[in-house]
């Protein structure tokens, strides 16, 4: 066991000096490779795009290796937590947008601020950029932001003779819906948890989530507005048979919706990808639409979510890790992006990419009125033990929702106002 | 030192036969010295694994630690502040009770059907027998995690065959019913699913403690005419007694610390309803990141359990008093 | 103690076998006889039937979910979803078990959750025997303060311990390391291992170590060559016992192991499965299966000794 602390302790000395007198351009070291890993969420880009992205980095970089996981979205925090903590963190980790605050209030990512013009970050996406900052430096470097759509199957559609590019109100989507979800089909796949869903029809009349007042947070699923909110997710609900009591990662929705008989589902474009990637049968037939709002005027609101890339303090090799970081930010990795996952790039002068992109009009019609959930570094704890969720699954097998709203606002409330020590 | 300056323990030793004279090839001090030499290791990988840490938890209960001093240390003193807030928090009163309430349905469950289950192991013939306990040890060693997957697959809702099974004897409200959506049914099932993986256990080791009363104890009470019922009392609950309190009590330790099982299924929901103690200081570390919280809250547990378990340890020092 | 538990010789109730009943009948009179012995038969078979039924209830309960689980994972898909389940396979197929041995590092992870698991136990078992024979045989100062130490070891809160074992992991630079979780399997093992072998100790004569000696073994030889064979079912036993803990453990090894994901055990690979299986129920089913399959196997096979050796360790606690 000492033998193997020593042998620690001296491979770090030796990176630490490796990497003291690597330059910031191109391979930091010359001699042996360097495994740089970076961690990337379940989910958020394919592999082919991450295994073209390693096999560019590692030519550009000779003697690096790229070791890329996916992390699971479950248990998260945690996981992140124990890698900001350790001796040797990954080098690059994708931090949802609403979450970066978090590990950057506790000192162990490393701050950015001196790289921001290097990567144009004047034309940010002020919803990416914004939640990268803390204290007026930048610690979280934007990746990608994309918003909730409607996905539709195209041939179920045609079988019920339904028009989708007539769906602009509300009635319009429930009633189709309802005419959808017959036989072996389901009108709409909407699992019991989607609470970023929810959070859109909360708005769109005119309720949130939690409002702060006075330096204290007020959970507010039970006013009037909130509750309409879920009462319509209720109702939408009705018409398929999503799980009551699961989100849409268990199991994936896309697996679902490449199941075939499911006439809709509501996810980020880029998740009709891997839907045909599950069932290539569906390559063509799924097509996009805006959530419908309250009227034909005005689309639904959308929760606008993104991610950002962090640079952990302990980072073995910062400077490569910051080479990879400024490759995914860059123009040609973001241009990919948008052309192959339909997410919206970092940059608002990247955005003519996503010109002829399935699914990208559609979401970039919906993002101008995006919302993010409440700003607080706090909000990561209320996800991470979701009292939305709870709410929801109680209201939809037939619980009293008025009641079950005051709780849970009680529980965000707590949650949010807990002292972060 | 200290080795040189004591006696030896073994001519120390409490008035017995003499069984153990000291070797007479080996040195005296040396002799003495074996006892220690055969601990230590445990010894050592206890205050490395066991003590160090439960001191650094109490540690860490008296100090203000979330996300940033774990990252980057420098923890201040807080004084009995935690405990304070913890205490104050009318959620964790909740989660006592419910903790309380879990050990007492679980634990009543299991030792009641372990009992039934190794009385009438005593009663069947030999081949139904070894069936009947083949089945049990089946059970028994399930790992926790496939039994947790096979549970939620028993209960799934649409596809799940005991929702089918209900509603085909009659249970219509049954069809596509979301067990694990509701606070009460969750508790349910992870009450069935510790039962089902516990009963094994105890009902193996009654019954084996029962077949150590000779057969024809039973046999002569049988024809001094004693009832069923007296035998059982007067005959079988003695011969029963101090095995069953050992169960009893790992049954204790076991279920009061059930924490994979209700994390795998529920992870402590839907809404608290399945939030124990063990649970609870999870979620407090690693879901809101308080640390010192949770160390403060998993103390509270440690000494609730032990006066649980007072009188067990007592029993266990007694009789090594006696040995 | 050992001899009494399932090899119990004779069964209950043997006043009323059909010995008995034949004895009454004459010799000239078969058909009479054996109408009454079947009679009796009946009657004794009838009285058994409340019993014979409990322990089919018994056994359906226990058996179910281990064969639901085992049935699940060999039924081909269109049976897993049917309307009806199926209860008795009509087609068999391997293709889930295929889909769950494909899966990314299934074998790696197997592999690690078996050297982990090893590890831990042989470790626990040598140390165990070390302390439990100073412990059953020898007298020494301090002695019921270390069994005191044990006993209390077996209420180790370890989730709680997560944390400061993290930071302790941590600053040893033991963080991503099969090693750490081998040491702190070995740990959580111990404690009961101990209790367990000392009773087994206990329980076998000290004279017989005695008179080894006194045809001139040493301590060591007498305990190798006497002693141990005698201790082997205990051995056996609180292994398996240890080896269900560490191979069901989660929190730690999911805590523990961070950037060296191929370091990944079972157990943490497989909570997460419904990500890598999705709906597949089948493939989960198959997984399941494969993890439960070494620890089944072995009771299976040791089930009798694991009886004996529980009763041999929890009747002298």
């Known amino acids: 066991m000492k033998f193997r602390l020593l042998a620690c302790l001296s491979a770090l000395a030796m990176t630490a000096g490796l990497s003291a007198c690597g330059s910031s351009d191109s391979s930091g070291s010359s001699g042996g490779s360097e495994e740089l890993t970076v961690w990337v969420m379940k989910d958020s880009v394919t592999d082919s795009y991450l295994d073209r992205f390693a096999a560019d980095f590692e030519k550009r970089h000779s003697g690096t290796v790229l070791d890329i996981q996916i992390q699971e979205w479950e248990g998260i925090s945690q996981k992140i937590t124990s890698a900001l903590a350790s001796n040797d963190a990954p080098d690059v980790i994708e931090v949802g947008n609403t979450q970066v605050a978090q590990y950057a209030e506790s000192g162990g990512v490393r701050d950015l601020t001196g790289k921001v013009g290097e990567l144009k970050g004047e034309d940010w996406l002020p919803g990416l950029a914004e939640p990268g900052r803390t204290d007026g430096k930048q610690y979280g470097i934007p990746w990608y932001a994309a918003n909730r759509v409607v996905v539709y199957n195209k041939d179920l559609f045609e079988k019920a003779d339904i028009d989708a590019a007539a769906i602009k109100t509300r009635d319009q989507w429930t009633e189709a819906s309802a005419k959808l979800n017959s036989g072996g089909t389901q009108g709409i796949y909407l699992p019991g948890q989607s609470w970023h869903v929810l959070a859109g029809f909360i708005w769109d009349e005119g309720g949130d989530l939690a409002v702060r007042s006075g330096g204290t947070w007020k959970g507010s699923l039970h006013t009037p507005e909130a509750l309409r909110g879920m009462d319509f997710y209720r109702e939408l609900q009705s018409h398929g048979k999503g799980p009551k009591d699961a989100d849409e990662a268990e199991p994936p929705q896309a697996e679902v919706m490449g199941e075939g008989n499911v006439a809709q589902m509501i996810s980020a474009p880029g998740v009709a990808r891997a839907a045909v990637e599950s069932n290539p049968e569906l390559e063509g037939k799924l097509g996009f639409f805006p959530i419908p709002g309250k009227s034909a005027d005005k689309p639904g609101t959308v929760f606008l979510g993104g991610s950002d890339l962090v640079i952990p303090e302990t980072s073995a090799h910062p400077d490569l890790a910051y080479q990879v970081v400024k490759a995914l930010a860059g123009d040609k990795w973001q241009t990919e992006l948008a052309t192959t996952m339909s997410y919206v790039p970092n940059r608002a002068s990247l955005s003519g990419a996503l010109k002829g992109t399935e699914g990208a009009k559609e979401m970039a019609e919906a993002a101008p009125g995006g919302r993010a959930t409440p700003n607080s570094p706090q909000w990561t704890a209320v996800e991470a033990n979701n009292p939305i969720k709870a709410y929801q699954t109680r209201v939809l097998t037939g619980g009293d929702a008025k009641s079950a709203a005051k709780e849970a606002s009680e529980s965000i409330g707590k949650t949010l106002n807990a002292k972060s020590s | 030192m200290t080795a040189t300056v004591r006696k030896n323990p073994v001519v120390e030793s409490p008035p017995r036969p003499p069984r153990r004279r000291p070797l007479p090839s080996v040195p005296r001090r040396i002799a003495g010295l074996w006892p220690y030499l055969l601990v230590a290791p445990t010894v050592l990988g206890a205050a490395f694994l066991l003590a160090y840490p439960v001191l650094r938890n109490l540690l860490i209960s008296f100090q203000y630690f979330g996300m940033r001093e774990l990252i980057r240390g420098g923890a201040g003193f807080a004084g009995w502040d935690n405990y304070r807030e913890i205490l104050g928090d009318t959620e964790f009163w909740e989660v006592v009770r419910r903790t309380f309430v879990w050990t007492a349905v679980n634990v009543v469950l299991i030792m009641v059907l372990a009992t039934l289950v190794a009385l009438m192991l005593q009663r069947l013939g030999r081949r139904m027998r070894m069936l009947v306990m083949s089945g049990l040890v089946l059970a028994w060693a399930t790992p926790h995690i496939a039994a947790t997957t096979v549970f939620q697959w028993l209960f799934q809702s649409q596809m799940g065959v005991v929702n089918w099974v209900l509603v085909r004897i009659g249970f219509d409200s049954f069809e596509g019913y979301t067990w694990f959506a509701h606070g009460n049914s969750t508790f349910a099932i992870l009450v069935v699913l510790v039962v089902w993986q516990s009963v094994p256990f105890a009902a193996i080791t009654l019954h084996a403690a029962l077949v150590t009363v000779p057969e024809e104890i039973y046999e002569s009470a049988r024809t001094e005419g004693a009832s069923a019922a007296r035998i059982f009392r007067s005959l079988t609950l003695p011969m029963l007694r101090p095995i069953f309190g050992l169960v009893l009590c790992l049954e204790v330790i076991w279920v009061f610390r059930c924490f994979a099982q209700i994390w795998a299924v529920s992870q402590g929901g839907p809404n608290g309803a399945t939030t124990t103690l063990p649970v609870y200081a999870f979620q407090v570390a690693q879901s809101l990141h308080r640390y010192d919280l949770a160390a403060a809250a998993s103390t509270i547990t440690v000494l609730l359990l032990v006066t649980v378990l007072i009188a067990y340890f007592r029993q266990m020092y007694k009789q090594e008093a006696e040995l | ?317």
């Not at chain 3, 997460?272 to 493939?283: E, I, M």
């Open chain 3, 1 to 317: 103690m050992s001899a009494a538990t399932g090899t119990r010789p004779g069964r209950p109730h043997t006043l009323t076998g059909p010995g008995a009943a034949a004895a009454h009948g004459g010799t000239g009179r078969k058909a009479q006889a054996k109408r009454r012995h079947g009679r009796v038969r009946l009657r004794r078979r009838l009285r058994r039937l409340p019993l014979t039924v409990t322990a089919l209830v018994v056994l359906l309960c226990s058996v179910f979910p281990v064969y639901w689980m085992v049935l699940t994972a060999f039924k081909p898909t269109g049976d897993i979803q049917s309307e009806t389940p199926v209860f008795l396979p009509t087609s068999l197929t391997l293709e889930h078990f295929s889909t769950a041995v494909r899966a990314d590092g299934f074998w790696i992870f197997w592999r690690n959750s078996l050297t982990v698991t090893l590890g831990g136990v042989l470790l626990a078992l040598i140390v165990a025997v070390g302390a439990a024979f100073a412990v059953a045989r020898m007298r020494w100062k301090g002695r019921r303060g270390f069994l005191l130490m044990v006993f209390i070891a077996q209420v180790a809160p370890w989730e709680a311990m997560l944390i400061p074992i993290y930071i302790i992991s941590r600053d040893t630079g033991m963080l991503d390391r099969l090693s750490m979780l081998t040491l702190i399997y070995f740990m959580i093992t111990l404690p009961f291992t101990i209790v367990t072998l000392r009773s087994f100790l206990t329980g076998i004569p000290v004279e017989l170590e005695e008179a080894a000696r006194v045809d001139g073994c040493t301590r060591a030889q007498a305990f190798r060559r006497v002693t141990f064979p005698l201790l082997a079912p205990g051995l056996l036993a609180t292994s398996l016992f240890g080896f269900i803990t560490a191979w069901n453990e989660f929190a730690f090894a999911n805590m523990l192991i961070i950037k060296n994901q191929d370091d990944r055990t079972l157990p943490v690979w497989l909570s997460s499965f419904s990500n890598v299986f999705g709906t597949d129920w089948g493939a989960t089913m198959a997984a399941s299966t494969l993890f439960a399959l070494p620890v089944l196997i072995l009771f299976l096979v040791l089930q009798k000794r694991v009886a004996t050796g529980m009763t041999g360790g929890a009747v002298k606690g």
